[in-house]
């Protein structure tokens, strides 16, 4: 198993930029697929970004272009670098290790990002 620990959410002014980290713990770093996901008020978790262990990277479509996950196994780390923020990216960010044999999935407990001036 892992534990997942994120930081770097805060508030950020309409076109700032904000890095989030997610801190692995308990396990074998490398043996995960890592995912972010958000949840705002009143609206499903839904998926920001997925990096397989090959560096391999997937975005949704609503972030495309305006973030970039990359992970460093060396660290037990992944991260989410956001740009050209907008009040509508305000959310819960969360960070998910899913097992690239059990399919166990893991939770970090979130970080809050609020963009607003």
């Known amino acids: 198993q892992v534990q997942l620990v994120e930081s770097g959410g805060g508030l950020v002014q309409p076109g700032g930029s904000l890095r989030l980290s997610c801190a692995a713990s308990g396990s074998t770093f490398s043996s995960y697929t890592m995912s972010w996901y958000r949840q705002a008020p009143g609206k499903e978790r839904e998926l920001v970004a997925v990096i397989f262990r090959s560096g391999s990277t997937n975005y949704a479509d609503s972030m495309k272009g305006r973030v970039t996950i990359s992970r460093d196994n060396a660290k037990n780390t992944v991260y989410l670098q956001m740009t050209s923020l907008e009040p509508e990216d305000t959310a819960v960010y969360y960070c998910?290790?899913?097992?690239?044999?059990?399919?166990?999935?893991?939770w970090g407990q979130g970080t809050q990002v609020t963009v607003a001036s």
């Open positions: 998910k290790a899913r097992h690239v044999r059990t399919f166990s999935d893991y």
